[in-house]
C-alpha cells in the first residue's frame, strides 16, 4: 500500500501569513489522485482539494493544492483565524486508498 | 446538502463484534456515489474500513477485510458496519462518510462515534 507522509507535523504561524503543507508518497500516485481534508476540533473532515489541485465546491480560493508523481502540497496563501486545523492528505490512485497523519496548523 | 449521523456503543470488549449505524439526510440515491467508514485511532492518522455501493457492491480494506461487514437498508436511508473479534488495537473514532464513485474520496463526513475497546 501507499504510505503518506506528512511534514511538518506542527506548523506555526500568524493569521495573514501562507501555510505550506507536504504530502509525500512512498510510491507513485497514479493521475495525481490525492485530495486534501481539513479537520477542526470535534468537527467532521472537510474536503477541500481533490485531483491534487481542483477546489471542491464552497472551498475558498485561498486554498490550493498542487503536485504529480509522489509530492504532493497544500498552500494557503493567507490564514484566516478558522483556517487554524489539522489537514490530511488522501491518495485515491491505488487501493487501499490511504491517509497521511495529518499536519496541524497552530496560531504562533 | 448531505448529513451523516453515526451512533453506537461507546465501550466495548475484546472478542467482541461492533455494530455502528450511519443515517444519511439528504440525498442517497443518486448514481456515482458510495457509503463509506473510515476510523482514526487516538493520536494517529486515518484509517479506511471499506465502502459499499447502493445496490451492496461492497470494497473492504484488505488489511481488515476477514473482520469487516458494511451493510445498507435503501429503505431507511442507512448503513452500517460489523467489526468482529475486536482488540483494544480497535480503539478509535470511526467516521462514516460519502465516497465519490467507490470511495475514491469523501465529500461528506459525520463528526465520528468514539468506540473504546476495554476489558
Known amino acids: 500500500e501507499i504510505v503518506l507522509t506528512q511534514s511538518p507535523g506542527t506548523l506555526s504561524l500568524s493569521p495573514g501569513e501562507r501555510a505550506t503543507l507536504s504530502c509525500r508518497a512512498s510510491?507513485?500516485?497514479?493521475?495525481?489522485?490525492m485530495t486534501w481534508y481539513q479537520q477542526r476540533p470535534g468537527e467532521a473532515p472537510r474536503l477541500l482539494i481533490y485531483g491534487a489541485s481542483i477546489r471542491a465546491t464552497g472551498i475558498p480560493d485561498r486554498f490550493s493544492g498542487s503536485g504529480s508523481g509522489t509530492d504532493f502540497t497544500l498552500t494557503i496563501s493567507r490564514l484566516e483565524p478558522e483556517d487554524f486545523a489539522v489537514y490530511f492528505c488522501q491518495q485515491y490512485g491505488d487501493s487501499p486508498r490511504t491517509f497521511g497523519q495529518g499536519t496541524k496548523v497552530e496560531i504562533k | 446538502q448531505v448529513r451523516l449521523q453515526e451512533s453506537g456503543p461507546g465501550l466495548m470488549k475484546p472478542s467482541e463484534t461492533l455494530s455502528l449505524t450511519c443515517v444519511v439526510s439528504g440525498d442517497f440515491v443518486t448514481t456515482g456515489y458510495s457509503w463509506g467508514w473510515i476510523r482514526q485511532p487516538p493520536g494517529k492518522g486515518l484509517e479506511w474500513i471499506g465502502n459499499?455501493?447502493?445496490?451492496?457492491?461492497?470494497f473492504y480494506n484488505p488489511s481488515l477485510q476477514s473482520r469487516v461487514t458494511i451493510s445498507i437498508d435503501t429503505s431507511n436511508k442507512r448503513f452500517s458496519l460489523n467489526l468482529n473479534s475486536l482488540t483494544a488495537a480497535d480503539t478509535a473514532i470511526y467516521y462514516c462518510?460519502?465516497?465519490?464513485?467507490?470511495?475514491?474520496?469523501?465529500?461528506?463526513w459525520g463528526r465520528g462515534s468514539l468506540v473504546t475497546v476495554s476489558s
Open positions: 462518510a460519502r465516497g465519490v464513485g467507490s470511495g475514491r474520496y469523501f465529500d461528506f
Open positions: 510510491h507513485y500516485v497514479t493521475g495525481s489522485y
Open positions: 459499499i455501493y447502493h445496490g451492496g457492491s461492497t
